[in-house]
């Protein structure tokens, strides 16, 4: 089973990326999506985040504005969380995978947004990044509700620059060029990646 990652910065279309590779049948991980059942009210990491931070965690599970308003109050806090998070998602990811391989999926997608920032990359046989330009990328981002200039370059400054990122893949989708664009990409990284898996 060929284990592929899919990452790219914030607002550069991952994960409309990742729903036409699903859309072509390929099972996909999405560490946001494992992270968010980790923050449901029946979640695994409610437990160990109510020790540590007891006013984020409500009926709904996680508060998560509760959670990063007390980050920035404590910027110690951000390590512990992590401590708590990142083996739950890593559990997460191996069930996935160790359930796609019963299966026997030739190929599977991880979807990773912090992929080269947590070394993630050497565990995969792949990386596909989604790209697009900075004006595009910014746009989008701006358009989110809440969103604030301050907020997206705070991001971006934690995340691994773009240019790096294509340097060091083994795929780029570019995704400023409309979706038929992007959609015609996913097609041909799919085939490429199918061929390899059958070899």
Not at 99 to 108: C, F, I, M, Y
Request: with cysteine.
């Amino acid at each position: 089973m060929k284990i592929v990652a899919l990452t790219g910065s914030i607002g550069m279309g991952k994960s409309t990326t990742s729903a036409m590779f699903q859309d072509l049948g390929v099972p996909v991980w999405d560490a946001d999506a494992a992270v968010h059942r980790l923050y449901s009210p029946a979640g695994a990491a409610i437990g160990p985040l109510q020790a540590l931070v007891p006013e984020a965690i409500g009926p709904q599970g996680v508060d998560r504005s509760v959670l990063t308003s007390r980050i920035l109050q404590d910027p110690t806090l951000l390590k512990q969380i992590e401590a708590i998070v990142h083996p739950l998602v890593g559990k997460d990811r191996a069930d996935f995978l160790a359930a796609e391989r019963e299966k026997a999926a030739p190929l599977v997608i991880v979807d990773v947004p912090l992929l080269f920032e947590t070394g993630g990359e050497a565990y995969v046989d792949a990386v596909i990044v989604v790209s697009c330009p900075a004006d595009i990328q910014k746009a989008r981002v701006l358009a989110r509700p809440g969103m604030t200039e301050e907020k997206f370059q705070a991001i971006l400054a934690r995340q691994t620059p773009d240019e790096i990122k294509r340097a060091e893949s083994n795929f780029v989708i570019e995704t400023g060029l409309g979706l038929d664009v992007a959609r015609e990409q996913v097609g041909k990284v799919y085939a490429a990646l199918m061929a390899a898996a059958e070899k």
